[in-house]
């Protein structure tokens, strides 16, 4: 991971607006979708949810998120500017680069719960062959399935230096559905 730090001032997200991305459709994808849906303020066509099987997205569709078996797909079609990162940590490898970026030309903060990864593996393993984007923010989120019923608790940190003003967006967007001690 480079030590160089980047400058996010640049990176605006409208919380109220943006395309919400999910990429794996098990149990904590399910818990944050129900609880944005719920408690959030989030209207389900602004959702996307990505698995490589067919098998639980049919319950992500009858929430009304539309679905696809391609993560890609996620941030180059629909254009999604919060990705949430719900998968085990053996699916995250390098040669699956759970994206395959190439270059990311709109704002995008990934937010990912994967647990008993470090997070310079989890920033290695984010991009295909080592590249990286200026333009692009992973924090590590730790939830709990609480959430879905606006209870949730979660603990969150960031890899790189950002702004704070994209701290103060991410945190007021997550405080929707879990109580977020933040500290620095």
Known sequence: ????????????????????????????????????????????????????????LPKFEQLGCTTTNDNYSLVYN????????????HHITPETHIFKLVTVKHPLVIMSAVAGMTLEALYDNCFTNGVKYENCCIYRIMPNLACQVGKGVCGISRILPSEETLDTCIKDFLERIFFMPFSR
Request: proline content about 3%; overall charge positive.
């Open 1 to 56: 991971m480079s030590n160089k730090v980047i400058d996010f001032s640049e990176i605006n997200i409208d919380t109220n607006t943006c395309k919400i991305g999910f990429i794996g459709a098990g149990n904590m994808s399910m818990a944050i979708i129900k609880g944005l849906l719920k408690f959030g303020n989030v209207d389900a066509s602004r959702l996307y949810v990505s698995a490589p099987s067919n098998q639980n």
């Open 78 to 89: 629909y254009k999604c500017s919060i990705i949430f990162l719900c998968v085990k940590p």
